[in-house]
């Protein structure tokens, strides 16, 4: 897209999020301690129509933030293409890890956090709200999802 081209619909929007969570790798993940110190780093994830699956160690900043905290905002990283999907996080031990998440992280990365010597937990991600725009113009429509309901 270039700055002359109209903006999308709210409905191309949602599709052009929907299209991104199966098409990408990583995403950004901020969550803060309970002091509010931020965290930011990109992680692997997996979309399972509901929800993003990460995985992470439980003992690190994003880990532990995600494991008290819960509240995270995961992004996109293209400034002019922006994707802010607000959540609440749930952990998973591996243990505990549904298998259909488990092999579908497995299956997207390649990557079996199950099968590592370290110890790493999973975390389920439900979307509660969704922000995607490109440009200025498509600011005054951003707003794709609130409370966990697509508005489009």
């Not at 270039?2 to 901020?30: C, F, G, H, N, Y």
């Not at 590592?116 to 975390?123: E, I, L, R």
Request: net charge negative; glycine share 8%; hydrophobic share 40%.
């Amino acid at each position: 897209m270039t700055i002359m081209d109209e903006p999308r619909s709210p409905e191309r929007r949602k599709q052009d999020v929907l299209d991104r969570l199966e098409r990408e790798t990583d995403i950004w993940v901020a969550s803060a301690d309970g002091d509010g110190v931020p965290c930011l780093v990109a992680l692997w994830f997996v979309w399972d129509g509901e929800a993003l699956w990460l995985a992470t160690r439980p003992g690190n900043p994003t880990g532990r933030n995600l494991g008290t905290g819960r509240r995270t905002r995961l992004a996109f990283g293209d400034t002019r293409d922006v994707v802010l999907i607000d959540g609440e996080a749930e952990v998973h031990s591996r243990e505990e890890v549904p298998a259909a998440a488990a092999e579908a992280f497995r299956a997207k990365t390649g990557w079996d956090p199950r099968g590592d010597s370290a110890t790493y937990a999973y975390y389920r991600v439900r979307p509660h709200a969704v922000q995607a725009w490109h440009e200025v113009r498509e600011l005054p429509q951003r707003h794709l999802m609130r409370n966990g309901i697509w508005l489009v």
